[in-house]
């Protein structure tokens, strides 16, 4: 054991702490980044999961975009994303009190994301419950930099309408007529609030406007056509309105209106 002597030193206790501390640091080092890579391996499965999740939702696949959600939500049960996700496969599955509780947390945990409230202001809209709608739209179109803020001025117009609120209705047509002047929604919903309104002759100028952009018209326009066709006692423009509207749309809410119409004014149909 001479060797293990250095001027009268036993060095054998020094070599044996030495390795153990090397043996030490390195299982610590091992650990730690094998820590990193769990958490980066779980963050990646996580967004993967939401990214397939979203794209079976735009497919319409409900069970496996449900399949992917639960795995996020079990990972995070406080992911705004998660639960708008959650919400929006739950209303269209029919499981109405869950998709609303859902859109409810998401909220509550992200009270500026814009496409939440504006998700759920169509969820309300489609139960009728329009005031409610309405308020969550009055949040969406303060934000100025909400890339669909055009749409949600004429979702919270529509709303309005439902309510038979004209005043306000005309306000948020016209603050998206401001913003996208060439839009065939906003043209059209102009045009209707001015026609309840009674202001007629705006109504048609918009009307007008809506049918150089658009020369096939919605079932709602062609109504329109003929209701201000008779105002102007243009016959001609009435006629071939409510042929349009027969032949193209004979199943739509406007036509059963048209009809309804007809029969109240004991007229025949052309």
């Known amino acids: 054991m001479s060797w293990l002597r250095i001027k009268g030193i036993n060095v054998l206790p020094l070599i044996l702490v030495m390795l153990f501390s090397t043996l030490l640091l390195s299982g610590c080092v091992t650990t730690r980044s094998g820590g990193f890579a769990s958490k980066a391996d779980d963050k990646k499965a996580f967004e993967t999961s939401l990214q397939l999740a979203r794209s079976y939702i735009a497919q319409g696949n ?10 996020v939500e079990a990972e995070d049960k406080n992911n705004p994303e998660t639960l708008e996700a959650l919400a929006l496969v739950f209303q269209n599955t029919g499981e109405l009190e869950l998709a609303e509780q859902y859109y409810l947390r998401s909220i509550s945990l992200a009270p500026k994301a814009s496409r939440v409230r504006n998700n759920y202001a169509a969820f309300l809209y489609a139960r009728e419950r329009y ?3 309405a308020t969550q739209l009055e949040v969406v179109v303060q934000e100025l930099l909400y890339e669909r803020r ?9 709303c309005y309408m439902q309510l038979e609120a004209y005043s306000k209705a005309e306000d948020a047509f016209k603050r998206a007529f401001l913003m996208q002047g060439d839009d065939a929604a906003v043209l059209m919903s102009l045009a209707e609030v001015y026609f309840r ?11 007008d406007a809506y049918r150089s952009k658009n020369t096939a018209q919605s079932a709602a326009a062609l109504w329109l056509g003929i209701r201000l066709a008779d105002k102007f006692d243009d016959k001609n423009s009435r006629a071939s309105f409510a042929l349009a509207l027969k032949n193209l749309y004979s199943k739509s809410e406007e036509y059963l209106l048209y009809k309804a119409y007809m029969e109240d004014n004991k007229q025949v149909e052309p």
């Open 62 to 71: 409900w069970d496996q975009a449900k399949r992917h959600l639960q795995y």
């Open 131 to 133: 005031q409610e709608a």
């Open 150 to 158: 055009v749409e949600a001025f004429v979702n919270l117009g529509r």
């Open 197 to 207: 309104m009674g202001r007629y002759a705006e109504s048609q100028r918009f009307y």
